[in-house]
C-alpha cells in the first residue's frame, strides 16, 4: 500500500463548478499536510499548509484535514479555467526530512 | 524573501555526455535541499537530499550524483548520460525553520 493514495483524474469540470480533490495516507505519525499546484512544464507551487483537523480556508480554496480516517481534501470554490493544472497532496511528520507526494490529480476547468 | 533558482530550463543532450543542472536558494540559511525527477503520470521521484554542506542521501542507485559546495547551492550531475535520463528535474527546499517545501521551475531534460 502506498503511503499517499491520490486519484490522478483526469478530472474535468464546467468554469463556476465547485472541485473536490482527496488523498488518503496511511501512517498515522503524519502531522501536516500540504497542497500544491503544478502547471505544465512548471515547478509546482505551494495553495495550502495545515497541521490540525478541520479546514483552512484562503480565498477560493479550503483544505480539510480529517486525521481520524487519514483523509485530505481541497475544495475550489467558483472553478476558473485558470485553475486547470495538476494538483499534488504531500504530507509529513515534523523532523522528517523526506516527504511524501502524492502522484497528483490532472484538473480540467471547461469555460 | 526566500526564492529559488534553478537552470537550465531546458536542455537537449547527446547520449554519453555530462549533466550539470544548478540551483541556488535565496532568503534563507542551511535550508534542506532535495533533486526530485517527475515523469508524467508517476509523480515526484526523490533522486537526492541534503541536510548540509557536503552531506548527500541518495534515494535511487542510478546514474546520477549531487553535490553541495555551498549552504545554498546544490547541483545534479551525470559523467554519462542515458536514454533513461530524460524527465523533468526539481530543485527543491525547506527552510531551516520550517516544514513547507518549496520548488524551483523545474529543468526539463531530453537524452537524444
Known amino acids: ?111 | 524573501s526566500q526564492t529559488i533558482h534553478q537552470w537550465p530550463a531546458t536542455l537537449v543532450q547527446p547520449v554519453g555526455s555530462p549533466l550539470s543542472l544548478e540551483c541556488t536558494v535565496e532568503g534563507t540559511s542551511n535550508p534542506n535541499l532535495y533533486w526530485y525527477r517527475q515523469a508524467a503520470g508517476r509523480g515526484l521521484q526523490l533522486l537526492f537530499y541534503s541536510v548540509g554542506i557536503g552531506q548527500i542521501s541518495s534515494e535511487v542507485p542510478q546514474n546520477l550524483s549531487a553535490s553541495r559546495p555551498q549552504d545554498r547551492q546544490f547541483i545534479l550531475s551525470s559523467k554519462k548520460l542515458l536514454l533513461s535520463d530524460s524527465g523533468f528535474y526539481l530543485c527543491a527546499y525547506t527552510p531551516n525553520s520550517g516544514n513547507t517545501i518549496y520548488f524551483g521551475e523545474g529543468s526539463w531534460l531530453t537524452v537524444v
Open chain 1, 1 to 111: 500500500q502506498k503511503e499517499v493514495e491520490q486519484d490522478p483524474g483526469p478530472l474535468s469540470v464546467p468554469e463556476g463548478a465547485i472541485v473536490s480533490l482527496n488523498c488518503t495516507y496511511s501512517n498515522s505519525a503524519f502531522q501536516y499536510f500540504m497542497w500544491y499546484r503544478q502547471y505544465s512544464r512548471k515547478g509546482p507551487e505551494l495553495l495550502m499548509y495545515t497541521y490540525s483537523s478541520g479546514n483552512k480556508e484562503d480565498g477560493r480554496f479550503t483544505a480539510q484535514v480529517d486525521k481520524s480516517s487519514k483523509y485530505i481534501s481541497l475544495f475550489i470554490r467558483d472553478s476558473q479555467p485558470s485553475d486547470s493544472a495538476t494538483y499534488l497532496c504531500v504530507v509529513n511528520n515534523f523532523g522528517n526530512e523526506k516527504l511524501t507526494f502524492g502522484t497528483g490529480t490532472r484538473l480540467t476547468i471547461i469555460p
